[in-house]
């Protein structure tokens, strides 16, 4: 399955729902194009990973390079919803102690509602 983008904001945040594959090629090349045509505008984005279903070491090292991305724009991503699949591979990478994690859309989005108090 392709990787399907699609967004919206929430409270003032950029949540970018993500549903497929986030593999090395055309999925990892969407999925940073759109991230940085946003990132440095909106700043504060959520990426809800409920709809993955299968990531590579591409994947990976797209959510790398764009949370050095946003971190060199003043931006700042979190996760939110992780698949089962996609939460272990964070775990096994140790990415997990990098990357922001939620267990709801809402809990990220709340997040920087906290970080802004």
């Known amino acids: 399955m392709q990787l399907k983008l699609s967004d919206r904001i ?7 729902d993500c549903a497929g594959r986030v593999i090395f090629g055309e999925e990892s090349a969407s999925l940073r194009d759109t991230v940085k ?23 990976l090292g797209t959510l790398v390079a764009l949370y050095t991305t946003a971190h060199n724009c003043g931006g700042h991503i979190k ?11 964070l775990h096994i990478t140790k990415l997990v102690t990098v990357f922001e994690v939620y267990d709801t859309e809402q809990a990220a989005v709340d997040a920087y509602k906290g970080a802004a108090a």
Not at 10 to 16: A, P, Q
Not at 39 to 48: C, P, S, W, Y
């Open 10 to 16: 929430v409270d003032g945040v950029l949540i970018i």
């Open 37 to 59: 045509k946003q990132i440095a505008e909106k700043k504060r984005l959520v990426l809800n990973m409920s709809g993955v279903t299968f990531m590579d070491s591409g994947g």
């Open 79 to 89: 996760l939110a919803n992780l698949t089962q699949r996609v939460g272990d591979l």
